[in-house]
């Protein structure tokens, strides 16, 4: 029998957050507090909400209980990870924080992570193993990819020689900009440019061998890290999950096509048909979303979940 982790069923989505500590920020999809925890300890609050962002647009609306998908998958990668490369991640039990009320912390309970407070490496680490997204943009116009050449002929969808490195620089607002390794080197100097593409090609073929004992395709993913208090790099913020990752089912793949995916391709896909509608155009605000497209890319997120970790997570 399949173990499912259950949790309450969340009446609405969770948009925002309005907690009785001092708000550090709030991202396209996670909102962010300053903590001192019961122990006295300085750390970082993360709050998953259900906010749903594609093309760097919040929609108008959001998925119910997908935070709590989203943190639960990561929790699960930031375990698996751990023997190879400390996580930000204290604690994920409301009851750490202190000065909210039951209902603040029935509301955050799966979707937070207590993280410790960290110097954040200001660039977002993308590791491609196959040709796919702004990846196959850039191959149709320059032949390359973040100043990977790549062979000529290759496909939407394929797969690469070899697995390549392509940082992008983090942005407050728009889309992170893909830039090259050398210009990397000159953002962050050489030796700390070096460690995170080791770091991050490690990662990702470590999460390939495992998503494909699962029959799963992981084409590409994106990591964060901070810097600890000796120097050394530390895995932060999201891992692997369908917002910052692409998995394609093995056993669909077919270069040359659109996959099928666990992503939010599907939300793209019909954001794409109002775009060739002229019923929007990319620019906020995002527009509301049917109800059966919100379901269905929530499914994928449930069907990610149970492939990955073998557990159905269930809200009940």
Known sequence: MIESHDFPRPAAPLLETSLPL????????????????????????????????????IMGNGIAGKGIVLTQLARF???FFAPRLP?????????????????????????IMVCKRLPVVPVECVARGYLAGSGWAEYQRDGAVCGHPLPEGLRNGDRLPHAIFTPAHKVDAGHDENIDFATLEHTVGPELAEALAQATLLLYEEASRYAASRGLILADTKF???IDGKGDLVLIDEVLTPDSSRFWPADGWTPGQPQASFDKQFIRDYLETLVAEGAWDRQPPGPLLPDAVLQQTLDRYLDAYARLTGHRLRFV
């Not at 999809?29 to 647009?57: H, I, N, P």
């Not at 924080?97 to 603040?104: D, K, M, T, V």
């Open 77 to 79: 990668w930031f375990d």
């Open 224 to 226: 964060e890290f901070g």
């Open 87 to 111: 996580h930000h991640v204290i604690t994920t039990d409301p009851a750490r924080i202190p000065g909210l009320s039951a209902e603040e912390r029935a509301q955050l309970e799966g979707r």
């Open 22 to 57: 001092p708000l550090r920020g709030r991202g396209k999809v996670r909102d962010l507090y300053d903590v001192t925890l019961v122990d006295g300890q300085e750390a970082l609050l993360l709050v998953a909400t259900d906010r749903l962002s594609a093309f760097d647009v």
